[in-house]
Each structure stands twice: as structure tokens, then as C-alpha cells.
């Protein structure tokens, strides 16, 4: 059964406008404050590691004395890296799971907080020179899965099944996918796979970056990542819900649309007290990604900004206006 993500159904109550690739100029300035220094770590998503290190780079700009470490292993690092006191920010291309929250709970009697930082689409990739069209979901995922719980009849195993011809007939398929510690590897099997289940053959990358690449260098090959790790190798393929849909490219216009089906909230996590709040250290940071100079930057990186009212949302949830 095919599902719409919470990212679509809150979308489809944003403004297009303040969805497209420029930010929305209603978004605050970041004004830097006197006195902050001291260390921050960051471990979580290999996805957001780029757009993590970017912003890094922006505070210490206006604060040469903090020291900021970043480690992007995948996703499911960051919720332990949280609950155990290792990191200030756990980022992640996924919520957090009701166990990995129950842990936190467990541990400091509160739930942590979520902040939406930017918006992904994730992309299915082919090598540049591949010339197929678009996919339905139920094609992606007779392709991916070895279950098809999307409704795909049969296992797409050639190229030529899915209307290629000529040399391109009898290709088989290469897959390149993240491994299961990614927050995009369960999103695209929640999302693409039906919360089916991959198929042995599939070749695991442990960054985004190397299933860019691995696609890139092989004709056949077929893989997924965000958009923010395209590269002229590889083409993304505009992708349909279902047969007889219109194949919707993975821009910022159709996420904000609705009708691309693989888009997503970039997260990060972050242990903020009820009452106490967060160190100054840690709101400075987050007002500086919740900032128009901080979506200036996902603009940056190749994702999609948050629109002001958004940004509105998560500085009152935050406590920092």
C-alpha cells in the first residue's frame, strides 16, 4: 500500500512560493550575541553531514572560539549519541523511532526535541547516459524489493521491462543502496518498498556519496540518495505514485506539490530540558540554522529551504525568540 509522507500532508498547506529554491524572505536575520564560545559535537546522518558542516562553518565565522566536531556514520547513531550525553545534536534523514525516544525518556525523564531543518527529495538515480523516462513506486520497488508489497506484478529483473530497447534489453540491474544504519535506507524502504524488504542483491554503500558514484560508474546501475549528492554522472528519474500518474522530477516545486512521492523533513535532535532549556551554545546554533543565513545554506547544498512560517514554528517550539 502506497503512503503519502507526513511531509507531503503538511505541504499541502504551505504557500508554493515559499517553497521554492530561493529562500523565503521573510525569514529572520541571524544576529550573532557577545560571549559564546565552548564545544559542540554533532554524530548522526551521513546525509546531513555536508549541510551539518556548512552550517559549522557559518557559526564559527561569527564565533572563532567554539570548536565543533561532526561525525556522519548514518542516522541510527545519533539517537544513543543523545540519549548518552556523547553529542549536543544527533542529525537525521528519518524520525526517530518510538524505541530509540523510549530510551531517551527512560534516560532523562522527557522526550527529545525535533527540529526540521530542511527539506530532501530523495532521488533514484541512473547513470547519465540511461535513457528511461520515469518509474511508478510499484516499478521502484519490483526493482529494490524482494517482497513487491507495493502492488508490482511481477520482479523486474532487465532494463527492457521496463520499455527499453535495443542494447538496453537485456540489461540487468546493478542496485546500490545505503545500509541499514542510513535513516534514508528506512525511509526508502518505509516509502519506495512499502516496508518491504530489500533484495540480497543489492550492493550497500556505507555514504550517499559512494551510491552516487557506484551509479555513475556502472551503465546498468541504478541506486538512491538525496538530491544534495547529485553529480553530473548520474540522472535522477522523475518519478509517479502510480501507473497513469505524471512523472514529477525531485525538485523543490513538486515536493511542494505533493506530487513527488519521496520527500522528507531533514532532522536534527537535540536534548532540550523542559524548564532549563538549551545551553546558550546550543540555542546560538540552532538559531543560526533556523535563520535566513542558515537556509541560504541548505539552498547551498542542494536541498530544499523551510518556509518562514516553519521557521516560525520550530524558534517558539525551541524557545529561541
Known amino acids: 500500500m502506497l503512503k503519502k509522507t507526513a511531509l507531503a500532508l503538511a505541504l499541502a498547506f504551505a504557500p508554493v512560493h515559499a517553497m521554492a529554491q530561493q529562500v523565503d524572505p521573510d525569514l529572520p536575520d541571524y544576529q550573532p550575541v557577545a560571549g559564546v564560545s565552548g564545544n559542540l559535537t554533532s554524530i548522526g546522518s551521513d546525509t546531513l553531514n555536508n549541510l551539518m558542516t556548512l552550517w559549522a562553518e557559518a557559526f564559527q565565522g561569527f564565533y572563532p572560539n567554539v570548536n565543533i566536531q561532526i561525525q556522519g556514520a548514518g542516522s541510527s547513531t545519533a539517537p544513543p549519541a543523545i540519549t548518552e550525553g556523547t553529542a549536543n545534536f544527533g542529525p537525521m534523514s528519518r524520525a526517530m523511532r518510538d524505541g530509540e525516544i523510549q530510551a531517551f525518556e527512560e534516560r532523562h525523564g522527557y522526550p527529545p526535541s ?20 520515469g518509474l511508478t513506486i510499484p516499478q521502484v520497488d519490483a526493482i529494490f524489493s524482494s517482497t513487491r508489497r507495493c502492488g508490482g506484478a511481477s520482479d523486474i529483473t532487465r532494463w527492457g521491462q521496463l520499455g527499453l530497447t535495443g542494447a538496453w534489453a537485456n540489461r540487468d540491474f546493478t542496485i546500490y543502496s545505503r545500509n541499514a544504519v542510513s535513516g534514508t535506507y528506512g525511509f526508502f524502504r518505509e516509502h519506495a518498498l512499502c516496508d518491504g524488504d530489500y533484495k540480497a542483491s543489492i550492493n550497500e554503500q556505507p555514504g550517499s556519496a559512494s551510491v552516487v558514484q557506484g551509479v555513475a560508474e556502472s551503465i546498468n546501475g541504478i541506486g538512491y540518495s538525496g538530491i544534495g549528492y547529485i553529480t553530473s554522472g548520474v540522472r535522477a528519474v522523475p518519478l509517479a505514485r502510480e501507473q497513469g500518474e505524471p512523472f514529477a522530477p525531485a525538485d523543490a516545486e513538486h515536493a511542494a506539490d505533493g506530487s513527488y512521492p519521496l520527500a522528507r523533513f531533514l532532522y536534527v535532535y537535540v536534548n532540550r530540558h523542559p524548564t532549563r532549556g538549551l545551553s546558550p551554545l546550543e540555542a546560538e546554533f540552532l538559531r543560526l540554522v533556523l535563520s535566513r543565513q542558515g537556509q541560504e545554506i541548505v539552498v547551498r547544498d542542494g536541498y530544499i529551504p523551510l518556509p518562514a512560517s516553519a521557521v516560525a514554528q520550530m524558534r517558539r517550539e525551541l524557545g529561541l525568540d
Not at 117 to 126: E, F, G, P
Open 114 to 133: 525535533v527540529v526540521r531543518t530542511a527539506i530532501d527529495t530523495i532521488a533514484v538515480y541512473v547513470h547519465r547516459d540511461n535513457p528511461i523516462e
